[in-house]
T-cell receptor
Framework: GQQVMQIPQYQHVQEGEDFTTYCNSSTTLSNIQWYKQRPGGHPVFLIQLVKSGEVKKQKRLTFQFGEAKKNSSLHITATQTTDVGTYFCAGVGGSQGNLIFGKGTKLSVKP | ETGVTQTPRHLVMGMTNKKSLKCEQHLGHNAMYWYKQSAKKPLELMFVYNFKEQTENNSVPSRFSPECPNSSHLFLHLHTLQPEDSALYLC?????????????FGPGTRLTVL
């Protein structure tokens, strides 16, 4: 079945540094969603991208959807300790068109 | 917080026990999901229900048996589990099933199988 590959698996940054996680698919995605899971918490929806080349911003977070709709990225500018957690992308997979989650990128931020 | 509750939050069971996990959503959604989260496979979709009908079973072993009596409640019945089934079991809901709908997750049940 279709998979969404996410890299890197782990990222350690100093507070104030930037962070980027990438999501790639071998096939065209109809849309992509991003979620954040804080340590000990549950995934929380961040955003959905639908259009080719779409860029959306949420404060220090910038989300991009590739022109070919096969990749996406999440960029955080000037990380803060509150950004700690695992960031998941999710795209369509399976026979019923449900979301399939990538393995996530675990971000740690050193103050 | 998110309108999706799960009980119990923690469960320890032996391999011969039978237990059930419960999920309830107060969001008026029509789709509900079970996920398994472990170190090896962070968010693994297990089952999907849309308007009380099961629309996806992601090759889940029969020792996991879901039940959806109505759009607000979802159960996962467990029997004869294996230690490798120890994981965080997350329930989620969305307005409708399908990839365009934002999913709201519950806090999860941390399951340990001895």
């Amino acid at each position: 079945g279709q998979q969404v590959m996410q890299i890197p698996q782990y990222q350690h940054v100093q507070e104030g540094e930037d962070f980027t996680t990438y999501c790639n698919s071998s096939t065209t995605l109809s849309n992509i969603q991003w979620y954040k899971q804080r340590p000990g918490g549950h995934p929380v929806f961040l955003i959905q991208l639908v259009k080719s080349g779409e860029v959306k911003k949420q404060k220090r977070l910038t989300f991009q959807f590739g022109e070919a709709k096969k990749n996406s990225s999440l960029h955080i500018t000037a990380t803060q300790t509150t950004d700690v957690g695992t960031y998941f992308c999710a795209g369509v997979g399976g026979s019923q068109g449900n979301l399939i989650f990538g393995k996530g990128t675990k971000l740690s931020v050193k103050p | 917080e998110t309108g999706v509750t799960q009980t119990p939050r923690h469960l320890v069971m032996g391999m011969t026990n039978k237990k059930s996990l419960k999920c309830e959503q107060h969001l008026g959604h029509n789709a509900m999901y079970w996920y398994k989260q472990s170190a090896k496979k962070p968010l693994e979709l297990m089952f999907v229900y849309n308007f009380k009908e099961q629309t996806e079973n992601n090759s889940v072993p029969s020792r996991f048996s879901p039940e959806c009596p109505n759009s607000s409640h979802l159960f996962l019945h467990l029997h004869t589990l294996q230690p490798e089934d120890s994981a965080l079991y997350l329930c989620a809901s969305s307005l409708l099933a399908g990839s365009y709908n934002e999913q709201f997750f519950g806090p999860g049940t941390r399951l340990t199988v001895l």
